[in-house]
């Protein structure tokens, strides 16, 4: 009997770059928070974090755009499906044009009621009302960014997604230590001058991405790039394409003959573009009901004065760098489970799903293992970390609270529950991952987040509200990946790695 495993090289080679990719931009909001704590103060620290998590909010609400178009083009891509794919990609970016105009608008006819809603005082409100239009202007810019890392992702071009966000990080970063080193403008227009500059390497990398999604292409192999290597098996059994596929050079021909035949029988719902707004339509659900818990948390923050709102952006950016570190396994989930779930659906062969339940370990290991450093280090540089991001005694006293400790245990629970993120994209489970979300907000998160406000009335209840839907989240992901997504399968036989 044939010995299967999966490299942890495969895994690594997608995982490293996109850990690089989905950190990048957090790195770079949480120095913009550090920068504007030491030389901007609390009030700018707390407009910054109001106009930023409003900004945010809207806009991904569409991050169906990147990982529910990544799961789709890897899976188009597992079989070698290329027509499906190209029309992937095209409504790919019409979703994001379109979506880019509606949150646009929605910002700009935002500003009045929310400015009132989060009660925001005038010295915030100096910093806050330019930054908040130079953010309506970067919001196209975003999503259109979005959809390209999304289709690069889909095309296992993790590399060229990397390259690029990281280009426009580091240009965002320079810009920001010019705008605060360099004395570029005055003091009251530190913020605004920060938001130029997120919208000139935005533009610069919109520019470039498109460019890279017109000249690459998904490697041209039946399901798996070759270069990932997999699987091994003792018996080193390969795998072809067809020999009349072979005798094609052209992406056209590529889709005839067994190809086509799988082709149909397993994507045809997913080839129309109904199939394809369904799936939009419960990752925009869950987006939307996500970025609410943020936005929620934020106006319940605004409500307890501007050092708490100070300290609130301060612990979102932590809780958020972990998992945008994590989510590397995520996309490693997403990328090489959605072509091994295609590829058991294909095949008798118990290999295949003795190999994807090795993927599901290693990455959920992996994470477990990245949330439980995170936690720890938290927990031992807690002073430093606090004196890096603010100087205001009030602040800190906030943040010294049970919160910092809520921060340090709660994270290898974030962890998990954004790599079950991406192995519920692999398995195609939109609809699923949108009705633990909206259980989760419903049961679990509103009731805490009422008890955090007129109870508790401290920031750490807010976050034992959003640690609660973790749980819950967890819970979801859990079940349906080690119960629902592998009963699917053959049943295993003795010898399993």
């Known amino acids: 009997m044939s010995h299967v495993t999966v490299r942890w090289k495969a895994i690594l080679e997608i995982a490293i770059p996109s850990i690089l990719l989905n950190a990048a931009p957090n790195v770079t909001v949480t120095l913009q928070t550090a920068l504007l704590g030491s030389y901007g103060g609390s009030d700018m620290q707390a407009g910054f974090g109001a106009v930023a998590t409003t900004a945010n909010t809207v806009c991904f609400l569409f991050n169906f755009l990147t990982d529910g178009v990544s799961a789709k083009l890897g899976k188009h891509a597992g079989a070698a499906d290329w027509v499906s794919l190209r029309k992937h990609v095209k409504l790919a970016l019409i979703c994001g044009l379109a979506g880019a105009a509606l949150a646009c608008s929605t910002l700009a006819v935002l500003k ?13 409100l100096r910093g806050a009302t330019p930054y908040w239009w130079v953010r309506v202007a970067i919001t196209p810019l975003v999503l259109l960014n979005m959809s390209i890392s999304g289709i690069l992702q889909g095309f296992n071009r993790v590399t060229a997604a990397t390259m690029l966000i990281s280009g426009q990080a580091l240009l965002e970063i320079a810009g920001t230590l010019a705008v605060f080193l360099g004395g ?59 020999a009349d596929v072979l ?45 609410a818990t943020f936005f929620i948390a934020l106006a319940v923050a605004s409500r307890m004065g501007t050092a708490a709102l100070a300290a609130h952006q301060i612990v979102a950016q932590l809780w958020l760098l972990t998992s945008y570190v994590t989510d590397g396994f995520a996309v490693a ?85 954004f790599v079950y993120d991406g192995l519920l994209y ?23 987040i009422t008890v955090a406000q007129y109870t508790v009335k401290a920031l750490w209840g807010v976050w034992v509200a959003k640690a609660a839907l973790n749980l819950c989240r967890l819970l979801g992901g859990m079940y349906r990946i080690h119960i629902w997504w592998f009963q699917t399968a053959e049943p295993l036989t003795n010898g399993t790695v």
């Not at 100087?391 to 906030?398: E, L, R, Y």
């Open 333 to 417: 989930g997403t990328v090489l489970g959605s072509r091994l779930s295609h590829q058991r659906l294909d095949s008798t062969n118990s290999s295949d799903t003795r190999s994807l339940q090795v993927l599901c370990n290693r990455v959920l290991l992996s994470g477990l293992a990245i949330g439980t450093l995170c936690g720890f280090g938290f927990f031992v540089a807690e002073d430093w970390l606090i004196s890096l991001f603010t100087k205001a005694d009030v602040t800190v006293d906030i943040l010294h609270n049970n919160l910092w400790s809520l921060l340090c245990v709660v994270q290898p629970l974030n962890s998990l529950v």
């Open 184 to 242: 570029l403008g005055s003091h009251e227009n530190y913020l605004r001058n920060m938001g130029l500059v997120t919208l000139a390497s935005a533009f610069i990398s919109a520019c470039v991405g498109l460019l890279l999604v017109k000249l690459l292409r998904p490697p041209m192999t039946s399901a798996l790039d070759d270069r990932q290597e997999l699987l091994i098996a003792e018996d080193l059994a390969c795998t072809f394409l067809p």
């Open 247 to 291: 005798l094609h050079t052209d992406e056209e021909a590529l889709v005839v003959g067994p190809v086509v035949a799988k082709a149909d029988s397993v994507t045809s719902n997913d080839n129309s573009l109904m199939g394809f707004l369904a799936d939009g339509a419960s990752m925009l659900v869950r987006s939307t009901l996500l970025q």
């Open 112 to 124: 009045p009621p929310i400015t009132l809603l989060l009660n925001l005082q005038p010295e915030v």
């Open 426 to 448: 692999a398995s195609q489970s939109f609809a699923f991952t949108r009705n633990v979300m909206l259980v989760g907000f419903c049961l679990v998160f509103c009731p805490m």
